[in-house]
Each structure stands twice: as structure tokens, then as C-alpha cells.
């Protein structure tokens, strides 16, 4: 089972509560694991690709992956094995190659929750920012040329993603290089458009989509229909994890600046957020 959906939409909570279950082994951002493939690594210069598809699994890198998976199984003794990593979001159609009986949990959250705690992490310490404009705004800052943690060194993650856009035809994508939020947004847009493309692709039996506002509403509900979607029993533990460990909440919301509207105004729009 993977969970995929753009970072610091839930995909840990979700990764997490799964990983409760007795049936269930957890991978949680097993990078090291997906080095196999070095086109994986998207936060250092070099090979790295935000997006693989069927095309780029070749019997040699699904043999020694399904190897590495194998084991991790075994070694736990469980029965289920739940991986997680949010960039996989657009790489769907490599994991379905890969794992042809694979189940998908994707994980939605409203894009301006996802692109303010974005911009949070990235001017957070250890990020190696500076400040341009409006010292007090955190969208106004950005990563230093030496990259910083979420988006890379040199900018690694930020330049795949932003080629990304531009081939996809994505309008306003130059005014997110000096912008967290905006390049928060951006990469919730092409995360969200990626991960729907390709799971609509597949039998629909095999993928769920959990909203991140429905586990912070009920989370013990909405707990107890992903594990029915996914085949795993109602563990009392997981559905006590729930309660335990969902808070409500979220950012306070203000109207879309016409550069955020122009990068991700439809798609908040279509899932229905701008309502919220």
C-alpha cells in the first residue's frame, strides 16, 4: 500500500495511524530504499526526476526494489506492507508497475493550508534562507543559491518542479521563485493533478482518497472507512490512535493574491475549498 500526496497534506498522519495496525509493517520516507533508482533523488543535483512512469522501471531496478520491499516484510513478521513518501504522487505509474496489486491512499488537503506550512518549513532554522522584501512575511522568503532542506540543495527540488509547470502550461510560474507560498501552491497543484491523473488510470478498487479536513472532523469515522476500503480489520487500536492523535484546526483563511489565484485558484475552486 502507498500513501502518496504533496507534502504536509497528512500523508505522516496517515502513514502513522496505518502503522498502528497489527497487520501493518511502515516505511516511512524510505529513501535509502528508492536509491536503488537514482533518479529518486530529486534534492541534490544530478539524475533525479520529479516524475517516472512504467516506461523507467526496468526488470533490474523492479527486481532489486521488490527485494528491498521483501525484506522489510519479512523482517517484521507482518502481513501488509505500508510504504510512504509524498513525491510519489507523481510517480504512480512506476509504483503500479512495480507492484501491480498495489493500493493507493491518496491524501487531500486544502492548497493553502499545504502551501502556508510549506513556506513555514522551508524559513524555518537549518533551511539556510534569507530575507528579501517584507521581513515579516514568510513569503517573501526564499531558499539562499545553496538550497535549503525542502527544496534542496542548489534548488534541486524547486528547479524539477518548476520545468514541471512550464511543460504542463501552468500560467504565473516565474513569480513563484521569489515566493514560498506560491511555490507551496505550485507544487500542491502539480502533486494533486499528477496523483488524480494516474489513479483514475487504475481500477478503482484499488485507490481512496482521504481528506485531511475529514480525518481533523471525525477522525475515528473517516479512519474506520479507510481501513474498510483497504481490506485491513477495524483494529481497536487505530481507531484509539485516532482520537488520540487528530486535532482540528487550520490556517486562517484570506482572500487568494491574484498570483496565488493564478497558480492554483481553479483547482481549489474545482475540489471545492474556496467554499470552505
Known amino acids: 500500500m502507498f500513501v502518496v500526496g504533496c507534502g504536509r497534506s497528512g500523508t505522516t498522519l496517515v502513514g502513522e495511524l496505518l502503522a498502528v495496525h497489527p497487520d501493518v509493517v511502515y516505511l516511512n520516507e524510505p529513501r535509502s530504499l528508492w536509491a536503488v533508482d537514482p533518479r529518486t533523488k530529486v534534492w541534490r543535483p544530478g539524475p533525479g526526476q520529479i516524475v517516472l512512469t512504467a516506461a523507467d522501471l526496468t526488470p533490474a531496478l523492479a527486481g532489486a526494489l521488490r527485494e ?7 523482517a517484521a513478521g507482518r502481513r ?8 510519489n504522487a507523481f ?19 486544502d492548497g493553502r493550508d499545504v502551501a502556508a506550512s510549506i513556506a513555514t518549513l522551508a524559513a524555518a532554522p537549518g533551511q539556510r ?23 534542496g540543495v542548489s534548488d534541486s527540488k524547486w528547479q524539477g518542479l518548476r520545468s ?10 516565474a513569480g513563484a521563485d521569489d515566493d514560498m507560498t506560491v511555490r507551496g501552491l505550485l507544487e500542491w497543484r502539480l502533486a494533486v493533478t499528477f496523483a488524480r491523473r494516474s489513479l483514475i488510470e487504475l481500477d478503482r478498487r484499488r485507490s481512496v482518497e482521504v481528506r485531511y ?22 483494529a481497536d487500536d487505530v481507531l484509539d490512535f485516532a482520537d488520540g492523535h487528530i486535532r482540528g484546526g487550520g490556517h486562517r483563511r484570506s482572500p487568494l493574491r491574484p498570483s496565488e489565484a493564478l497558480i492554483a485558484g481553479d483547482l481549489l475552486e474545482e475540489l471545492g475549498y474556496t467554499e470552505r
Open 213 to 234: 479536513e475529514d480525518l481533523a472532523g471525525d477522525g475515528r469515522g473517516t479512519v474506520a472507512r479507510l481501513l474498510d476500503a483497504v481490506s485491513l480489520d477495524p
Open 68 to 74: 528491498r520491499f521483501t525484506e522489510a516484510v519479512t
Open 129 to 151: 534562507t534569507r530575507l528579501t522584501r517584507g521581513a515579516d512575511r514568510l513569503r517573501h522568503r526564499r531558499p539562499t543559491p545553496a538550497g535549503g532542506l525542502w527544496y
Open 80 to 87: 501488509r506492507l505500508v510504504e510512504k513518501t509524498p513525491i
Open 164 to 173: 514541471l509547470a512550464e511543460a504542463e502550461g501552468i500560467e504565473g510560474v
Open 91 to 109: 510517480r504512480i505509474g512506476y509504483l503500479d508497475a512495480l507492484c501491480p496489486d498495489a493500493l493507493f491512499v491518496h491524501v487531500l488537503r
